[in-house]
């Protein structure tokens, strides 16, 4: 079956363009993230979707950032006047989430996009 | 804030041998405890997982963990080590109760010597 797909999944942009990133869940994964993998560090939380509940934001790292989630479906994680320190994999992920299978589902990730600002 | 860490960088091994890669959480009550691997080029996949019950948990290709409250570790080994195990590996917790956020170690870079 079909896993989390993310486009573009390499972009190249100019400090001070905006970008935006897209995340396609897997069918019925009530529960969406993004997190940000920057060289050789480890996995920054950003945001989380769950159902209807209000998006837990807490991550975010500056108002510059912006994340939606239409219903149960795709997410766009938006990138206003990009920097420099940016330039980091982007990466969603997916689970059943609380409904059916509790804070204990596993996530599955799409495999990224690259974001490079020059 | 829930949070994850592991302490070394990189985890060398000849093929064969045991591998253990280390991992301590700290949480606010209980755990959720995960380990992820993460191939060359390719996206993080699953491995295991411990919620409650047994502390040694069997996951994937030969891996398993295993949870130990009172050191607040979540250890992921393999008896016998492949070359093919060669990979980046995250550890990961979130609380039983409360928020929902996955809070990512480091990530530890596993090399197998062949």
């Known amino acids: 079956g079909a896993g989390v797909s993310q486009s573009p999944s390499n972009k190249v942009t100019e400090k001070g363009k905006d970008v935006e990133l897209r995340c396609d869940p897997i069918?019925?994964?009530?529960?969406l993230y993004w997190y940000r993998q920057r060289l050789g560090q480890g996995l920054e939380f950003l945001i989380y979707?769950?159902?209807?509940?209000?998006?837990?934001k807490s991550g975010l790292p500056s108002d510059r950032f912006s994340a939606e989630r239409t219903g149960e479906s795709v997410s766009t994680l938006t990138i206003q006047r990009t920097q420099q320190e940016d330039s980091a994999v982007y990466l969603c992920?997916?689970?059943?989430?609380?409904?059916?299978?509790?804070?204990?589902?596993?996530?599955?990730f799409g495999n990224g996009t690259r974001l490079t600002v020059t | 804030a829930q949070s994850v860490a592991q302490p070394e960088d990189q985890v060398n091994v000849a093929e064969g041998n045991p591998l253990t890669v280390k991992c301590t959480y700290s949480?606010?009550?209980?755990?959720?405890l995960f380990w992820y691997v993460q191939y060359p080029n390719r996206g993080l996949q699953f491995l295991l997982k411990?919620?409650?019950?047994?502390?040694l948990v069997k996951g994937s290709y030969g891996f398993e963990a295993e949870f130990n409250k009172s050191q607040t570790s979540f250890h992921l080994k393999k008896p016998s080590a492949l070359v093919s195990d060669s990979a980046l590996y995250f550890c990961?917790?979130?609380?039983?109760?409360?928020?929902?956020?996955?809070?990512f170690g480091k990530g530890n870079q596993v090399v197998v010597i062949p």
């Open positions: 992920a997916s689970s059943l989430g609380r409904e059916s299978g509790g804070n204990n589902s596993p996530l599955h």
């Open positions: 949480v606010s009550g209980n755990p959720y």
């Open positions: 979707f769950q159902g209807n509940s209000a998006p837990d």
């Open positions: 411990y919620i409650t019950g047994d502390n």
């Open positions: 990961a917790v979130s609380p039983l109760y409360g928020n929902n956020r996955l809070a």
């Open positions: 069918s019925g994964h009530t529960a």
